[in-house]
């Protein structure tokens, strides 16, 4: 009771705008009294509607009331601070509907800070200073505030429950480990929380894995994405020229028979217009002669007719009609049908070739898994070139035939200073990075590994860290006229198959596949890796004493 009182005086002289014990108190007309700061603060806001009201019973005033001191409510706050009470909580600090409560607060209870897993119960700040204060009870151990403390009670023997069976698969008390569970598989809820931590860590461990695999999936992906794009954009451009180019080119000759056919017009009407104006003066003439000859024979002087007519009657050659072939809307056919049959050829070709562009085309559906080729013929239609990069040779390897062709020497070659260069290994790398689907071939004599790697892999130091397949950056398939080995992390592995000069690797980078064949009159599969490559690769030759490789060209 006396607590109850004590909180009621709490309140009753707490400022109820800054909820803390009343600084020079007020009282307004209405009979509530604040802290004469909060109020001459709250009626400013007010001063514009010259209206000014009570925060708590909202009654008006006109004008704005005089503020003075209430000096026996200011002696009864000064009192009641020298006899130890404190300002009331903030309205935060009350536990609500989905806070965990104090157990212990009376009247409104506060929000606890703390649960106890000995005591069952949920403390706020003050109710749990005993935890810290006194020494049995700093053993506690205390936990986040948690409303399910109570379910850690055994509800037949009201026992803390300490145990755990295993049998049955739930949280028991000592009691119930002699009584009903006797017998069972039982140790302390430590001990199996250890043991499910355990489990727990390696759940995460494997969570966190899928994690970095799928991250890992999700940026090769996007470098797909992003080379598909930079690929289509630069088909699109390419086209476009070479459509433009076309395009140029069909209106070059165009032109060409317009200005030919024009040329042709001109020439020939010219040459008709010179025969028609040679027609018209012998129509002329004749008209001419016509009215002398009918003047002569209406003469009435018979010697006169027979003296003129010798030199009427004899008439000049006429042009020969003969010359003169008339060809209605026929003249220029010939070159009507050369251009349609140009026309109809240059339609045949791109309907052709568009075809062949459209069943070959790059396949870019990265999200379905592709089957992998099954004849020789269908894995070279994944070929590509690949060349030896000089950069990376080591200085007893001897490169020619256009960086495809190395040798093992034992003469030292004055390659120039290079930091991608292998300096202990026989070893070379492409220069070209390898993503897709890739194939190519492999011609080999000796000894020789025939390998693909990241190209980060290290040119000096260690030889695990350098060699081909003594480490995880790098896969090499190991040929000899006696046996085949598959190394990984320096791992080797023996592979049985037919013996063959010639070696072929695919590699399909984002199903993460690599396979080895032997290649004769037949293709045998060697070995094949299902792994996750997290880079481009790049294609390895390792080329040990007296041992020459070749790549081959397959195209």
Not at 116 to 121: S, T
Not at 433 to 456: P, Q
Request: aromatic share 8%; with cysteine; net charge neutral.
């Amino acid at each position: 009771m006396a607590q109850k009182g004590v909180q009621l005086d709490q309140e009753a002289f707490s400022c109820s705008i800054c909820l803390d014990l009343l600084v020079d108190p007020v009282t307004v007309p209405c009979g509530h009294s604040y802290c004469m700061e909060c109020l001459q603060t709250h009626w400013d806001k007010e001063d514009e509607k010259k209206l000014y009201s009570c925060p708590q019973c909202r009654q008006t005033f006109t004008p704005r009331p005089v503020l003075l001191k209430n000096t026996m409510l200011a002696v009864l706050v000064e009192e009641l601070e020298k006899s130890g009470l404190q300002a009331a909580p903030a309205d935060h600090c009350y536990a609500g509907a989905e806070d965990v409560a104090c157990d212990f607060c009376s009247g409104r209870k506060l929000k606890a800070q703390k649960s106890c897993l000995q005591c069952l119960a949920s403390y706020c700040q003050n109710h749990l200073q005993p935890h810290f204060e006194v020494a049995p009870l700093k053993k506690h151990k205390l936990m986040e505030p948690s409303k399910k403390v109570q379910e850690n009670v055994c509800s037949r023997h009201v026992q803390v429950m300490k145990m755990f069976c295993r049998t049955d698969q739930q949280s028991i008390c000592y009691l119930c480990s002699v009584d009903e569970h006797k017998g069972h598989d039982t140790v302390s809820a430590a001990a199996e929380r250890a043991e499910r931590q355990r489990e727990l860590e390696v759940s995460r461990q494997n969570i966190q894995q899928r994690i970095q695999d799928r991250e890992k999936d999700v940026k090769l992906l996007q470098q797909e994405a992003e080379a598909i794009n930079c690929s289509a954009d630069k088909a699109v451009e390419d086209s476009q020229k070479i459509f433009t180019q076309l395009i140029h080119l069909m209106e070059k000759r165009h032109s060409d028979v317009t200005q030919q056919v024009r040329s042709q017009q001109e020439s020939q009407v010219s040459r008709v217009k010179e025969l028609e104006e040679k027609l018209r003066q012998e129509i002329a003439e004749l008209k001419r002669r016509d009215g002398e000859l009918q003047t002569l024979s209406q003469t009435q002087d018979h010697n006169q007719f027979l003296h003129d007519y010798p030199s009427l009657s004899a008439l000049r050659q006429p042009t020969r009609s003969s010359s003169i072939h008339i060809r209605p809307l026929r003249y220029f056919e010939d070159m009507t049908v050369a251009v349609s049959a140009v026309r109809d050829k240059l339609q045949d070709v791109l309907t052709e070739t568009w075809t062949n562009i459209s069943l070959t085309g790059t396949d870019v559906d990265v999200l379905q898994p592709q089957p992998e080729p099954k004849t020789r013929e269908e894995f070279i239609r994944y070929s590509c070139d690949i060349t030896l990069d000089p950069n990376t040779a080591n200085s007893y390897l001897l490169l020619s035939d256009g960086n495809r062709k190395v040798r093992w020497t034992r003469q030292q070659q004055s390659y120039r200073s290079h930091p991608d260069r292998f300096r202990g290994e026989y070893q070379v790398l492409s220069r070209e990075s390898l993503t897709g689907r890739c194939y190519w071939e492999v011609e080999w004599r000796g000894f020789v590994f025939v390998a693909v790697t990241y190209k980060n892999i290290s040119r000096t130091g260690d030889w695990k860290k350098c060699e081909f397949g003594c480490n995880d950056k790098s896969w090499a398939f190991y040929c000899s006229y006696s046996d085949y080995e598959f190394w990984y992390n320096n791992v080797h592995t023996p592979v049985s198959g037919p013996r063959s000069p010639r070696v072929g690797v695919y590699l399909d980078h984002r199903a993460g596949i690599l396979s080895f064949y032997s290649i004769s009159e037949t293709m045998t599969l060697l070995h094949r890796v299902h792994t996750t490559f997290t880079q481009p690769l790049h294609a390895g030759l390792v080329i040990l004493d007296g041992s020459t490789a070749e790549l081959c060209k397959l195209k």
